[in-house]
């Protein structure tokens, strides 16, 4: 029975890295042969996996053949009555700081013939280098529920994204600048206005805008309480 239920729980997990946690020999935990479950988990969770393995291409071979085959409704999905139109006006400048607040500034309009609201959704792309710090394809970073708006009318959002949400932890210095904890890679950083983790917004224009960082930014302070941050379970002081 207990290897009849790891079949079926691997089987309902393919393809989700946590699932390994359920499908693996710790389900014998509590049946008399281990005391606990080791359960244990990356960045990949949720919405980041499923669009970070879209972008890698990992949905396009068996037995999947296709992101449409294995996400029914994208993290962030919604529907409404009438449609929108969404037009990206101003985000404040190229370049960022740690810890700095940018405003991204939104025009909504109601395209359809009913009242309605729209939600806009922000997500992050950051400069990703192969064997570098792991990073999500895309981020949540902001997000903004509109007014009722009628047909035809526009109203100007503007969204805080707050550049603390840009950074990756980086626990074994993977990108080999000697250094370890919160870090800011030097590169392009893509903030995407998305109607889901997945899709644009149909028929609207400058969906997306770009931050370039020219160099690598650590962060070695919580800008809350000043304290310093820095790994406890790897390198040599673990």
Known sequence: EGNSNNAAEGSYYTGVPSGANLANSNNNAGHGHAVFA??????YVGYKWFETADAEGFWNSDPYN???????YPFGYGLSYTT????????GGTSFKANEELNIVVEVTNTGEVAGRDVVELYLTAPYTKGGIEKSSVKLVGFQKTDVLVPGESRTY???VNTHDFMSFDCYDANNNGHTGYELDKGDYVIKALTDAHNLRPGSSNNSCTYRLSDTINVDEDDKTGHEVKPLFTGDEA
């Open 84 to 91: 929108f139109k969404w037009d990206m006006k101003s985000v």
């Open 38 to 43: 080791d359960y244990y988990e990356g960045i």
């Open 66 to 72: 296709g992101y449409e085959n294995v996400v029914a």
């Open 158 to 160: 503007t969204i805080p």
